[in-house]
């Protein structure tokens, strides 16, 4: 731990040739291509902004910075809708015997289809993005759906989840244990459990969610090389139970091998599952306990998704844990650009990559850290802004207030 109180881990066999590595084939080209495809046939789809950072990457002495803006996705201010609207409509084209390159979305809305499946409740326990894209997903699709949110949660987004349809609670459980009482649920009522997180006999449909996620780095990718641009050196990735990240750190693994990018991984202090897992050193992951209190509610998790941690392990380059005052520090910059930079209203878990790079830039302290990763004046570095403000209240008391200052 470093005087600024960020942990890290460097992975050393990352970069090894091992055929042992889990493969990533799940983030093919092939695969991609389809889940492209079907998120095209929304009538709500299109491409979210890329933005180029050039001032600030003077500042911070680096050939490029590119921040990838979820705020603007389906309009739903978070990215989440790309996995869980891809997971549902796998699973009914499952119940109707089709293939996902087989369907659009029009299709699965028809009357013909919803006579055929009839009424479907989805279940979901989630921190608000992840649960809102589900229920966006169900409505659009003639189907219902019920969201589960751990205690603690902003009532803005459980508003925001009801507005989409669903019936909505805040429960009196942490994340991890939402998420139990949402496939408890699930299973009495005969409903479906569509979660962002795998374990020992679900995997299905977190793979489907995980692949979802896709869409956004391999629309990343193609705006990058549109620009003109040789890919990212650095990749900065946030995590909670790590589909995110795993999705996006399969995707890289796969097309671009041992040519990838450097892949740095970042969660909260109080809820560093996948860190935590990396530093047992046994290839297993490790949960963490307790309320998993952190500002970046959106990575509020405590036990890893079994299929991403396994990805996460062979082929990202670095795990951190940060304190709240990272994410908070990424939020101000992102709100308060330099000269011509474009303003990108980030929330707290789209902003703490953006805060960690900032740091290792500035600080002597993180001079070590900055040397492993080999982050210099010819780095290109891309940073996935995951959500916008999801909770205005607590976004204006880190911009307009101050709150959670840096060290």
């Given at each position: 731990m470093s005087s600024l109180q960020i942990e890290y881990i460097f992975n050393k066999r990352a970069r090894k040739d091992n055929a042992s590595k889990v493969s990533v084939g799940v983030m093919s080209k092939e695969e991609m291509e389809n889940v492209r495809e079907f998120h095209k046939s929304f009538s709500e789809y299109r491409v979210t902004p890329l933005h180029e950072l050039d001032n600030l990457a003077g500042e911070f002495k680096v050939e490029k910075i590119w921040v990838k803006d979820e705020a603007y996705r389906f309009g739903l201010n978070a990215f989440k809708v790309l996995g869980g609207s891809l997971a549902i409509g796998k699973y009914l084209g499952q119940r109707l015997g089709k293939q996902i390159e087989e369907l659009t979305f029009e299709k699965l809305r028809s009357k013909e289809v919803k006579e055929q499946l009839g009424d479907i409740t989805f279940v979901t326990a989630t921190d608000g993005n992840h649960g809102r894209g589900i229920a966006w997903a169900a409505r659009q699709l003639r189907q219902k759906s019920v969201v589960f949110m751990p205690k603690g949660s902003s009532e803005i987004r459980l508003e925001n989840i009801k507005r989409e349809g669903a019936q909505a609670y805040i429960t009196d459980y942490n994340y991890d244990d939402a998420v139990r009482y949402a496939d408890q649920y699930a299973k009495q009522h005969g409903d479906v459990v569509v979660q962002d997180t795998a374990w020992e006999g679900y995997e299905d449909i977190p793979l489907w969610i995980m692949q979802g996620y896709g869409t956004l780095i391999d629309e990343a990718i193609e705006q990058i090389e549109a620009l003109g641009q040789d890919k990212p050196t650095h990749v900065f990735l946030q995590v909670g139970v790590g589909s995110f990240a795993g999705a996006v750190q399969g995707y890289l693994a796969s097309k671009y091998g041992g040519k990838r990018p450097v892949t740095v991984i970042v969660e909260p202090s109080t809820a560093a599952c996948i860190y935590k897992s990396a530093k047992a050193n046994d290839g297993k992951p490790h949960a963490v306990e307790g309320d998993?209190?952190?500002?970046?509610?959106?990575?509020?998790?405590?036990?890893?998704?079994?299929?991403?941690?396994?990805?996460?392990?062979?082929?990202?380059?670095?795990?951190?844990?940060?304190?709240?005052?990272?994410?908070?520090?990424?939020?101000?910059?992102?709100?308060?650009?330099?000269?011509?930079?474009?303003?990108?209203?980030?929330?707290?878990?789209?902003?703490?990559?953006?805060?960690?790079?900032?740091?290792?830039?500035?600080?002597?302290?993180?001079?070590?850290?900055?040397?492993?990763?080999?982050?210099?004046?010819?780095?290109?570095?891309?940073?996935?802004?995951?959500?916008?403000?999801?909770?205005?209240?607590?976004?204006?008391?880190?911009?307009?207030?101050?709150?959670?200052?840096?060290?």
């Open positions: 998993l209190t952190t500002i970046m509610s959106g990575l509020a998790c405590g036990v890893p998704n079994t299929i991403s941690w396994e990805i996460l392990r062979d082929y990202s380059d670095m795990y951190v844990a940060c304190p709240d005052y990272v994410a908070a520090r990424g939020v101000r910059i992102l709100a308060s650009p330099l000269k011509e930079d474009p303003q990108i209203v980030s929330g707290e878990s789209g902003a703490v990559g953006l805060g960690l790079l900032s740091l290792l830039m500035e600080k002597e302290a993180l001079k070590e850290m900055k040397g492993l990763l080999k982050i210099n004046e010819e780095s290109k570095v891309l940073l996935i802004s995951t959500e916008g403000d999801t909770d205005p209240a607590d976004y204006r008391r880190i911009v307009w207030d101050g709150a959670f200052p840096s060290r």
